[in-house]
């Protein structure tokens, strides 16, 4: 079970053997909750603004205490560091309608998510560079726990290995493809390096290949700022 830092009581329902007709409440459980309500999770990585550098993203239940971390070039070696960013977002910063109503099938809340920048890394080889997720990531649209789910989802991978997201329009379109999230919850969640404008439009070097992301949920004619990013790029 996804850990929500909630606690949670499951109901059953069920309709006639030919499912029609309204759902009757057949039981539901005792009030349940996780074994530990301060559990580091949603693990996932992602490339910073240089080549060795590395975003590791988490999520805790409280935000009372700074966490910490080690790391070094050497086992030998590790010391302590403290997280360097904080942050979380309420049903007050999205734009409206379903996503800011409280409830398990609308928002609730995401808890704090902590990052952290690992500098001066060392390349090594692995079968896997990245993983890329252009746009429509989760297709949420609304639906809180579902961001949660997702990211428990994709940990085994994410944690290992870079994952690298796009905007799309079931995260940042202001309607109902995104029933109003607004990317809201995508640009809190994930990072990309800071070279442009956030998750909306950057670019990456993944070894010999410059990726450049682009959104086509924002302006991208030859008078706007997106355009002008990609232009600054002619020589690469």
């Not at 949603?42 to 805790?60: C, F, K, P, Q, W």
């Not at 060392?122 to 649209?141: F, K, M």
């Amino acid at each position: 079970m996804t850990n929500l830092y909630h606690q949670l009581e499951f109901h059953y329902y069920s309709r006639d053997h030919s499912c029609f007709g309204n759902y009757t409440l057949i039981g539901k459980s005792s009030v349940v909750g996780p074994l530990n309500y301060n559990e580091s999770t949603r693990i996932h990585l992602a490339y910073g603004n240089h080549i060795d550098e590395m975003d590791v993203s988490y999520l805790t239940n409280i935000s009372e205490y700074i966490p910490q971390y080690r790391y070094e070039l050497s086992p030998s070696s590790l010391n302590f560091h403290p997280s360097e960013t904080t942050i979380t977002y309420t049903a007050f910063d999205i734009c409206k309608e379903k996503a800011v109503i409280r409830g398990p099938q609308t928002f609730i809340d995401h808890r704090y998510m902590h990052i952290i920048l690992l500098e001066n890394l060392q390349a090594w080889t692995v079968n896997v560079t990245c993983l890329l997720h252009i746009g429509d990531i989760s297709y949420v649209r609304g639906i809180g726990a579902l961001w949660d789910a997702f990211i428990t989802q994709i940990q085994p991978i994410a944690a290992l290995v870079p994952y690298m997201v796009e905007i799309g329009n079931h995260e940042g379109n202001h309607g109902t493809d995104s029933d109003d999230e607004c990317a809201v919850p995508m640009v809190r969640r994930f990072h990309s390096p800071s070279n442009d404008n956030s998750l909306f439009w950057y670019n990456l070097d993944v070894g010999p290949i410059h990726r450049i992301y682009y959104s086509t949920e924002h302006d991208f004619r030859r008078t706007s700022l997106q355009y002008s990013g990609i232009e600054d790029l002619h020589s690469v």
